[in-house]
């Protein structure tokens, strides 16, 4: 069964500082991965996604993530972290296979001090 | 920009209860999803429903759980008589494709069973 592993549940950073977020997943092929962020009181935005190709993927708002196969990972970096970047952040899997339900990790909350 | 659109913003049922969460997913998608998050837990997925049947559901989505898309245009989920450990939020997905494409969510139904 597919598996997400997110180590830190807390993260505080300064502005403008560096950020990488931790992701490792569990699956038996080649994963979808995807990164999303949760501000309070709002649904669920897709920052970005990996199905294939190039390892290094952009997203939305500055993020960039890494796929490592060799480390079964999928971090989340920004370089410079903005005050607004403060929210809860969640790596997910999805199945290859089809049916694109997606297995979420436990989530990291990003707090940002000015 | 298209988006997911869920109503209420926020439910309070009374134990036994059958509650009925409504969705609109974006028009021209053709997979449907629910997920729920208790307070401090992961996200979890519950169901995925593509022509007008179940397509997959996990071992939380029993007999208490339904879903249907009564028109063209919403996708509802029925808890039939609400237990306290149903609350949760709530939130309702949509894909144009089962494969190689992210899933938009909703922001979310917070459902409070008392």
């Known amino acids: 069964a597919q598996s997400v592993t997110q180590p830190d549940i807390h993260i505080t950073v300064s502005e403008g500082a560096s950020l990488e977020l931790r992701c490792n997943y569990s699956?038996?092929?080649?994963?979808?991965l995807f990164w999303y962020v949760q501000s309070p009181g709002q649904g669920l935005q897709l920052l970005l996604k990996?199905?294939?190709?190039?390892?290094l993927v952009q997203g939305i708002k500055g993020f960039e993530a890494e796929f490592k196969r060799s480390q079964s990972s999928f971090n989340l970096r920004k370089p410079s972290v903005h005050w607004s970047d403060a929210a809860e952040y969640f790596c997910?899997?999805?199945?290859?296979?089809?049916?694109?339900?997606?297995?979420f990790g436990t989530g990291t909350q990003l707090k940002v001090e000015l | 920009e298209p988006e997911v659109t869920q109503t209420p913003s926020h439910q309070v049922t009374q134990m036994g209860q059958e509650v009925i969460l409504r969705c609109v997913p974006i028009?021209?998608?053709?997979?449907f999803y629910w997920y729920r998050q208790i307070l401090g837990q992961k996200v979890e997925f519950l169901v995925s429903?593509?022509?007008?049947?179940?397509?997959?559901k996990s071992e939380i989505f029993d007999d208490q759980f339904s879903v249907e898309r009564p028109d063209g245009s919403n996708f509802t989920l029925k808890i039939r008589s609400t237990k306290l450990e149903d609350s949760a939020m709530y939130f309702c997905?949509?894909?144009?494709?089962?494969?190689?494409?992210?899933?938009?969510f909703g922001q979310g139904t917070r459902l409070t069973v008392v």
């Open positions: 429903f593509y022509n007008n049947e179940i397509s997959e």
């Open positions: 990996y199905f294939s190709g190039d390892t």
């Open positions: 028009s021209n998608h053709l997979y």
């Open positions: 699956y038996g092929a080649t994963p979808y």
């Open positions: 997905a949509s894909s144009v494709e089962i494969m190689n494409t992210e899933a938009f």
């Open positions: 997910a899997v999805g199945s290859t296979g089809g049916g694109n339900k997606l297995t």
